[in-house]
């Protein structure tokens, strides 16, 4: 049984930074192109950034510069680092997986993953 589990999120100030983690149980992770979304109230998910199985990235370009993406197929983790935090980054963060994708490929869109977490909740105070 494939599992998804976030943790790290949280409050912080403007200009502040934290870090959400995933852990995936049930799969052979490396496999696995793993994907970061957000929904902030009455918004729709929408894609943050990605890793491929080869491991390059990809970001929505408001987050590009401020976000970083990083997985450790021996812990089975994928660490999205956020820096330079804004209040328009508050929302709640979810990971995604998808074994389907070619080795280098990113996907950006919802239903090129298969399996999602819970999600953790970002808020970023002004």
């Known amino acids: 049984q494939v599992q998804l589990v976030e943790s790290g999120g949280g409050l912080v100030q403007t200009g502040g930074s934290l870090s959400v983690s995933c852990a995936a149980s049930?799969?052979?992770?490396?496999?696995?192109?793993m994907g970061w979304f957000r929904q902030a109230p009455g918004k729709g998910r929408e894609f943050v950034g990605a890793?491929?199985?080869?491991?390059?990235?990809s970001y929505v370009a408001s987050v590009k510069g401020r976000f970083t993406i990083s997985r450790d197929n021996a812990k089975n983790t994928v660490l999205l680092q956020m820096n330079s935090l804004k209040p328009e980054d508050s929302a709640v963060y979810y990971c995604?997986?998808?074994?389907?994708?070619?080795?280098?490929?990113?996907?950006?869109?919802?239903?090129?993953?298969?399996?999602w977490g819970q999600g953790t909740q970002v808020t970023v105070s002004s």
């Open positions: 995604a997986a998808d074994p389907g994708m070619d080795n280098a490929y990113v996907g950006t869109r919802e239903h090129e993953y298969i399996y």
């Open positions: 890793i491929s199985r080869s491991g390059g990235t």
């Open positions: 049930g799969v052979f992770f490396s496999t696995y192109t």
